[in-house]
């Protein structure tokens, strides 16, 4: 992953710094991921396949359990400001909401917001995405550690910042009740990846 600060008399992309959502349509579709943080540009790379099973595990879990004025949908746009916009890889949204948008979701369309955690991800999805969602104030983060069994955890907003997190291990059944109640075990988000 890469982070191109926005640096005043150099210029990487077209128009004037810090950069903004409407320089990311100035991007090349090239497979990557690009965000922007406070006007950062946050580069990653494609999804690796333990990355992409994870999260269509999750998204199998709570589409399962999900009451059906909701949805689960992967990688969306969400911009949060001009110079904020994340690419979450899962999110939950109200269907009427869903329905009606056609690029973007603004932050307080999201119910609950969930980084799956990749090598290149991992300084971002720990600190800087934490921080960034609850600004942002998307109620629910759910942060998932492949490398560690793999361990989820659970941030919930109280006030302007993410109360926890609650970290769930695997071999454990959690029950969850927001944004609605979904039980499972973490480890099953890795299915036989780890063993095989």
């Known amino acids: 992953m890469a982070t ?31 965000e922007l943080f406070n006007g950062s540009l946050v580069v990653s790379p494609a ?23 909701l949805m689960v949908l992967s990688t969306v746009n969400v911009r949060a400001s001009d110079k904020d916009f994340y690419i979450p890889d899962l999110v939950i949204v109200p269907k009427v909401v869903a329905r009606s948008v056609r690029l973007m979701f603004k932050p307080s369309d999201l119910l609950l917001a969930v980084e799956v955690v990749s090598p290149s991800t991992k300084a971002h999805d720990r600190g800087l995405k934490s921080e960034a969602y609850a600004m942002a104030g998307i ?40 944004p609605y109640p979904v039980t499972f075990d973490p480890a099953d988000l890795v299915g036989n990846w780890m063993t095989s």
Do not use: C
């Not at 926005?6 to 090239?30: E, I, M, S, Y």
């Not at 333990?50 to 009451?67: G, K």
């Not at 069994?149 to 970290?167: F, H, S």
């Open 47 to 69: 999804p690796t396949p333990l990355h992409q099973d994870a999260i269509f595990r999750l998204q199998m879990i709570l589409h399962q359990a999900m009451p059906a004025h």
């Open 139 to 178: 109620p629910i983060y759910w942060r998932v550690e492949p490398d560690e069994g793999p361990t989820l955890y659970v941030y919930e907003l109280d006030g302007d910042t993410y109360r926890g997190p609650a970290a769930h291990k695997p071999g454990t059944t959690v029950t969850l009740s927001s």
């Open 4 to 34: 191109i600060e926005p640096t005043p008399g150099r210029t990487f992309l077209p128009g004037a710094r810090p950069f903004t959502v409407d320089d990311l349509f100035k991007l090349p579709n090239d497979g990557n991921r690009y």
